[in-house]
């Protein structure tokens, strides 16, 4: 009679459930530019890079640079950190949505009990009681207490994966702008020792006209204080391309020491694309993972204010019982050991509204601020691709410059010598034109080693080129131990 009473009841709440209270996530608006302001358009032929190429650093023509970014994909420890995350929350899902089924529990005891005389009352003193019982609770969820649960932790799996896919892009991009550093101060030191190699001549020149008697023991100092200058510069370049071998191992999950071999011969610089294509702020915040994290942080902060307004309504489970009850174990199995049971619970925090409410209203705070961090991270994504586009386009145009400044202080310098040795002008102007190439050659070098990270941080702030795909976790373990 009860079980015919109760199964209509059941019946209209498992219809009811469909519904979920508090707010259904909509994706903010985003800004609608047609193009960046600071994109200039080309009156050349030269071809564009597409920045969604795949791997992008093989535009830069360096192996050795392909070969390191691959190596910090597969073994950097950082990236394993962020794997871990998105382990940590696919697996907090998993957790959660079991909680759409019913929880199903067994237990069983056995044992000996002796009772004093004095209780048994007139029954034997000793017993074995056998107790067995299956056990299974269900939420029923009504308002979508555990629906909206479950949508903000799948938010957070997506938000974790995003993250990933940011630091991919942070380790990428270092490794390239360590890598350009490296170079950089390689082509600084061939500089500053070629400039150490003719301003000895000059200074063997200046001694053999003391010798001659055409000379002044104050040409000598002038000449041998402006070489040891020079060579004053040789020491820093040297611990500045140690350490940058030191930290491009680390990046590729390595000793620092497991590079210096691979990396002392000197390289040139990485070719520098002569145009990158950035295409529209749409499809540049489409592609950010930065902005996909905060809108995906978003969405799990919509839907745990659906997991609080829940908490207004009435709270329905079932459960249900299956066992058995015996004093010994021969009667474990005959039908007047049975039990069972079947509940219907409900669990309302209305005598609490004033707690419930208190974490309505911060769960609303909090999603909030996550449309403020959104739109933040959306105007930063802007900014950064504003500013690279203007470092890229006018580096290159400082690079022309600089390497013809380069190229003529050279010449100049070596008709100073001539002409100092010829008698035509003074040692103070030779000494001028040394100074004048040494200081022209290292602002080319330092010039080239900055267009070539500019070019990087363009790529890296449109995001170009990275791999969408998330690596198994196995597979980046197996890359670390290799990189040993």
């Known amino acids: 009679m009860n079980r015919h009473r109760l199964a209509p009841g059941l019946i209209l709440v498992l219809s009811l459930g469909a519904c979920a209270v508090g707010p259904d996530y909509r994706q903010p608006a985003m800004p609608h530019s047609p193009a960046f302001a600071r994109a200039e358009a080309r009156t050349d032929d030269a071809p564009q890079l597409p920045v969604n190429d795949a791997e992008f650093w093989h535009a830069f023509g360096d192996p050795q640079l392909?070969?390191?970014?691959?190596?910090?994909?597969?073994?950097?420890?950082?990236?394993?950190?962020?794997?871990?995350?998105?382990?940590?929350?696919?697996?907090?899902?998993?957790?959660?949505?079991?909680?759409?089924?019913?929880?199903?529990?067994?237990?069983?005891?056995?044992?000996?009990?002796?009772?004093?005389?004095?209780?048994?009352?007139?029954?034997?003193?000793?017993?074995?009681?056998?107790?067995?019982?299956?056990?299974?609770?269900?939420?029923?969820?009504?308002?979508?207490?555990?629906?909206?649960?479950?949508?903000?932790?799948?938010?957070?799996?997506?938000?974790?994966?995003?993250?990933?896919?940011?630091?991919?892009?942070?380790?990428?991009?270092?490794?390239?702008?360590?890598?350009?550093?490296?170079?950089?101060?390689?082509?600084?030191?061939?500089?500053?020792?070629?400039?150490?190699?003719?301003?000895?001549?000059?200074?063997?020149?200046?001694?053999?006209?003391?010798?001659?008697?055409?000379?002044?023991?104050?040409?000598?100092?002038?000449?041998?204080?402006?070489?040891?200058?020079?060579?004053?510069?040789?020491?820093?370049?040297?611990?500045?391309?140690?350490?940058?071998?030191?930290?491009?191992?680390?990046?590729?999950?390595?000793?620092p020491a497991a590079l210096i071999a691979d990396l002392d011969a000197p390289r040139p610089l990485p070719r520098i694309p002569e145009a990158i294509d950035p295409e529209t702020p749409g499809e540049l915040l489409r592609r950010r993972p930065d902005v996909a994290a905060a809108e995906e942080r978003l969405h799990a902060a919509t839907a745990r204010i659906g997991v609080a307004t829940a908490d207004l309504y009435p709270r329905l489970s079932l459960g249900a019982m299956v066992g058995t009850f015996a004093f010994g174990p021969g009667a474990v199995f005959e039908s007047g050991s049975a039990t069972n049971s079947i509940v219907l619970g409900v669990d309302w925090s209305f005598l609490d509204i004033g707690r419930v409410r208190a974490r309505i209203a911060a769960s609303d705070a909090e999603a909030e601020g996550l449309l403020a961090q959104f739109q933040q991270t959306v105007l930063r994504a802007l900014e950064d691709t504003e500013n690279a586009l203007v470092r890229f386009s006018r580096t290159r145009d400082e690079d022309a410059h600089l390497e013809r400044a380069a190229a003529e202080s050279a010449h100049a310098a070596r008709l100073a010598r001539a002409r100092f040795q010829a008698g035509e002008i003074s040692l103070y102007e030779v000494l001028d034109a040394e100074r004048t190439q040494l200081r022209a050659q290292e602002a080319f070098a330092d010039g080239r080693a900055r267009s070539a990270t500019a070019a990087v941080a363009l790529y890296r702030a449109l995001a170009g080129g990275w791999s969408q795909k998330l690596p198994q976790r196995d597979d980046l373990a197996a890359g670390s131990q290799g990189s040993r």
């Open 66 to 255: 392909s070969e390191l970014i691959a190596l910090s994909l597969a073994a950097n420890h950082d990236l394993r950190v962020a794997l871990a995350r998105v382990d940590k929350d696919a697996a907090i899902l998993r957790d959660v949505g079991l909680d759409r089924f019913p929880t199903v529990t067994a237990s069983a005891q056995a044992g000996r009990e002796r009772v004093s005389v004095y209780q048994s009352y007139g029954f034997p003193r000793t017993s074995r009681p056998f107790d067995a019982s299956v056990n299974a609770s269900w939420e029923i969820d009504l308002f979508g207490r555990v629906r909206r649960s479950i949508e903000a932790q799948r938010a957070e799996v997506a938000a974790s994966s995003a993250d990933f896919q940011a630091m991919q892009i942070v380790i990428v991009g270092e490794v390239a702008n360590v890598y350009v550093d490296l170079r950089g101060a390689q082509e600084q030191l061939s500089v500053a020792l070629a400039n150490v190699e003719n301003q000895r001549e000059t200074l063997r020149i200046v001694g053999n006209r003391l010798d001659a008697g055409r000379g002044s023991n104050f040409d000598v100092a002038r000449a041998r204080a402006q070489l040891e200058s020079t060579q004053a510069r040789v020491p820093a370049l040297r611990v500045r391309i140690a350490v940058d071998q030191h930290r491009l191992a680390v990046l590729t999950g390595q000793s």
